[in-house]
């Protein structure tokens, strides 16, 4: 739940300065009665909405991750405050319900269309974006590394023929210089995820592994965030 909720609180501040025309913005984060409340005012009446962003945007897309990702969500009537709020649950297993947010140096986020191009788009974005990064690790295998993530996307989390779907890449990097690796898919669902990881379902996720990444996945109510995380100098080629 702690990775949900930074990234639900992620989404409504970046929606917020953006639209808070250089004021300052105020952020609430609260634990009650089994739920976690999360509540950003941008100190705008300019009410948000959730766009419809085309497979090539570079952004639009962060009311459509909390929409898919919080347990509700809405805005104050006078379009001020954006809030939403989570269930507090122990969440899967493989999830680490102890991390703390991470503070994040640098991040980039790019689409994804829903088809076979992907994959190849994958590549040549990756590198690109990796090197604006500047992440102290082999860009090489990272690259390789969010590959294998896509294909795992395009095979378990598209529906063919829904061309309205897309897939969501997101890269950061920390503080401690880790790179995290989101991959966003609109699947839910991922019930074999531990036997995948084990390399029991296809070599894909289990190939990461052995790159050197450590997988993890985020369950929404409509879309699922595969993660990969590498650490610097611990990726092999």
């Known amino acids: 739940m702690v990775e949900t909720a930074e990234l639900l609180l992620t989404e409504l501040a970046t929606n917020a300065l953006r639209h808070s025309h250089g004021r300052e913005i105020n952020v609430c984060v609260r634990l009650t009665e089994g739920r976690c409340l999360i509540a950003v005012a941008a100190g705008s009446a ?66 994804l269309p829903p088809d076979p191009s992907a994959l190849r788009r994958a590549r040549i974005k990756g590198r690109t974006h990796l090197t604006l990064l500047c992440w102290p690790g082999n860009q090489h295998a990272a690259t390789d590394v969010l590959y294998v993530l896509v294909h795992n996307a395009l095979a378990h989390g598209i529906t063919p023929g829904e061309p ?30 531990e036997r995948a990881v084990a390399g029991e379902l296809g070599h894909g996720l289990r190939g990461a592994q052995q790159l050197g990444a450590a997988i993890s996945y985020i369950p929404g109510r409509r879309e699922k965030t595969v993660r990969a995380t590498l650490q610097p100098g611990q990726v092999e080629p």
Not at 71 to 92: H, R
Request: some cysteine.
């Open 164 to 193: 309205s779907q897309n897939i969501d890449v997101w890269l950061r990097v920390t503080r401690d210089h880790q790179l995290l690796i989101d991959v966003i898919d609109p699947n839910p669902d991922f019930p074999d995820f």
């Open 46 to 111: 300019d009410r948000p909405r959730m766009r419809h962003a085309g497979p090539d945007d570079e952004g639009g897309r962060g009311l459509f991750l909390v929409d898919a990702l919080a347990e509700s969500w809405g805005v104050s009537p006078d379009g001020t405050t954006a809030w939403c709020t989570l269930p507090i649950t122990e969440g899967p297993p493989e999830m680490d319900r102890t991390a703390a947010p991470v503070t994040v140096l640098r991040e980039t986020r790019f689409p």
